[in-house]
């Protein structure tokens, strides 16, 4: 748990980053459609929440910290494969490829987890 963190691989934080902009995406498209509230907000809190664990992850000063920064990463990612569905293939496509800027300081994050 004290040791060092190993450096994340490049294609781990890529990934990463991709997803976090399409999550933003998708929670402006739903936004724009006039889709469900806690369904935008949800997408645009899996957003923020994976840029805050990269960055601890990736900052991370012992092999404990950066662990548990990965293991939110992997609940958020396994929370988004549940949620994904509910926000139908088309809205889906259209937020990966044209939504404007995100919002993501219009709800509430609960870190209580």
């Known amino acids: 748990p004290s040791a060092a ?3 994340l691989a ?3 934080v890529l990934d990463l980053q991709r997803f976090s902009l399409a999550a933003s995406r998708l ?3 739903i936004g724009a459609s006039g889709g469900p509230a806690d369904l935008r907000c949800i997408f645009r809190g899996m957003a923020a929440e994976a840029d805050a664990q ?3 992850a990736s900052t991370a000063a012992t092999g404990a910290a950066q662990a548990k920064a990965l293991s939110r990463i992997n609940h958020m990612l396994g929370d988004a494969v549940l949620i994904a569905p509910a926000a139908g293939g088309a809205a889906q ?3 990966a490829a044209d939504a ?4 993501a300081r219009q709800c509430q994050i609960d870190r209580s987890f």
């Open 5 to 7: 963190p190993a450096r």
């Open 10 to 12: 490049p294609a781990l």
């Open 93 to 95: 496509t259209r937020a």
């Open 54 to 56: 990269l960055q601890a």
């Open 27 to 29: 929670s402006v498209e």
């Open 100 to 103: 404007k800027s995100a919002a």
